[in-house]
T-cell receptor, first 113, second 116 residues
Framework: AQTVTQSQPEMSVQEAETVTLSCTYDTSENNYYLFWYKQPPSRQMILVIR??????QNATENRFSVNFQKAAKSFSLKISDSQLGDTAMYFCAFNNAGNMLTFGGGTRLMVKP | EAGVAQSPRYKIIEKRQSVAFWCNPI?????LYWYQQILGQGPKLLIQ????????DSQLPKDRFSAERLKGVDSTLKIQPAKLEDSAVYLC??????????????FGPGTRLTVL
């Protein structure tokens, strides 16, 4: 069974600064997919960024980028130029072909003005 | 386009009562998911539908939970009888393709269930 671990229950960052959220996972599969989802307070969960394991290049989406270390089974999310609207729960998630999406326990991020 | 709709948004029931949740996915989305999110935890998949067929229900407590997706569109999730530990937010999500692992899932606002 796959497991996803987010070791930082809560983090805070000053507006306009950079923050990195950690995620590690455990799997024996070689082909899989990794995601970061954002759940703002009282709002729907939305996809932030995703990465295919067979791609060595790290994914980027505007201010969001990942550091994917396949050998270390690590998938961290970097948020640059943090904005107040980035305040949310962030969930790392794992999926391999034909299997279910497994979420980590989440990291609560607070962006301070 | 309209997002994933869920109702009710909140429900409070006594233990051993029954409850049902409804989900309307994004139009044209073939794959529908139900998740249980206990406070302070990440969502856990309960069941995945592809059109009106079940793809994965390995984590659904089948002695008390049931789900259906008639005509491959709307879906209902039922709990009968409810237990205290069923208190959680129940999230519905849908995706546009054939449930491929890389597909983005679009989530609804959830139904917050409190069992007293």
């Amino acid at each position: 069974a796959q497991t996803v671990t987010q070791s930082q229950p809560e983090m805070s960052v000053q507006e306009a600064e950079t923050v990195t959220l950690s995620c590690t996972y455990d799997t024996s599969e070689n082909n899989y997919y990794l995601f970061w989802y954002k759940q703002p307070p009282s709002r729907q969960m939305i996809l932030v960024i995703r990465q295919e394991a067979y791609k060595q290049q790290n994914a980027t989406e505007n201010r969001f980028s990942v550091n994917f270390q396949k050998a270390a089974k690590s998938f961290s999310l970097k948020i640059s130029d943090s904005q107040l609207g980035d305040t949310a729960m962030y969930f790392c998630a794992f999926n391999n072909a034909g299997n279910m999406l497994t979420f980590g326990g989440g990291t609560r991020l607070m962006v301070k003005p | 386009e309209a997002g994933v709709a869920q109702s009710p948004r909140y429900k409070i029931i006594e233990k051993r009562q029954s409850v049902a949740f409804w989900c309307n996915p994004i139009s044209g989305h073939a794959t529908l998911y139900w998740y249980q999110q206990i406070l302070g935890q990440g969502p856990k998949l309960l069941i995945q539908f592809q059109n009106n067929g079940v793809v994965d229900d390995s984590q659904l407590p089948k002695d008390r939970f049931s789900a259906e997706r008639l005509k491959g569109v709307d879906s209902t999730l039922k709990i009968q009888p409810a237990k205290l530990e069923d208190s959680a937010v129940y999230l519905c999500a849908s995706s546009s393709q054939s449930g491929r692992a890389f597909d983005e899932q679009f989530f609804g606002p959830g139904t917050r269930l409190t069992v007293l």
